[in-house]
């Protein structure tokens, strides 16, 4: 748990695999703590005539929850996740072609938009896309007695009364998506924000990580 203003981030222990499904021109599994999804990535191929766009590709994100049918939340966080994405890639390289992200949510323990942004920024990454900047993606919740937590599980999101994801480049370091649901303050905002900004920070050198060292988990 973290106080208002603290300057110390905890985030859960997270990993990722690259390159698992053969069939996917780039796949990736992202774990924090017990949240885990698999993305995929197809494309640049072929896109139907009524979805194309003569400048640029065309970018589909699709959300499987682990059981049923995709509802109202999955669409939200679709939204979420292809407007961070198209923010980071160079689709005007691509124009008339199509992208179609996969993300397959195999557990949601907490923090699961922040979990799907990360998976697709790894798979994206697998798949070779000419991209202008990574990305992360960060949780935050603000419980009953006002106290900030990082990288929350699903039991303190259900107790907390606000939650806020962002999504971060990684080169100017500004804010490409956010995300707010209940009650907050001012002053809380601006604290949320101060302490998702601090734990990107480790997301963006766990990728440097991975890149020069060429391993799966860390």
Known sequence: MEACGSSSVSLRE???EQSLLSRPDGSASFTQGDTSVLAAVYGPAEVKVSKEIYDRATLEVLIQPKVGLPGVRERSQEQCVRETCEASLLLTLHPRSSLTLILQVIHDAGSLLSCCLNAACMALMDAGLPMSCLFCGVTCAIDTDGQIITDPTAAQEKESRALMTFAVDSKDRKVLMSLTKGS????????????????TIRWFFFRFYLHITDISYF
Do not use: D, L, P, W
């Not at 905002?189 to 998702?196: E, L």
């Open 184 to 199: 907050f303050s001012v002053h809380e905002s601006r604290a949320m924000s101060a302490i998702c900004f601090r734990s």
């Open 14 to 16: 997270f990993g990722c």
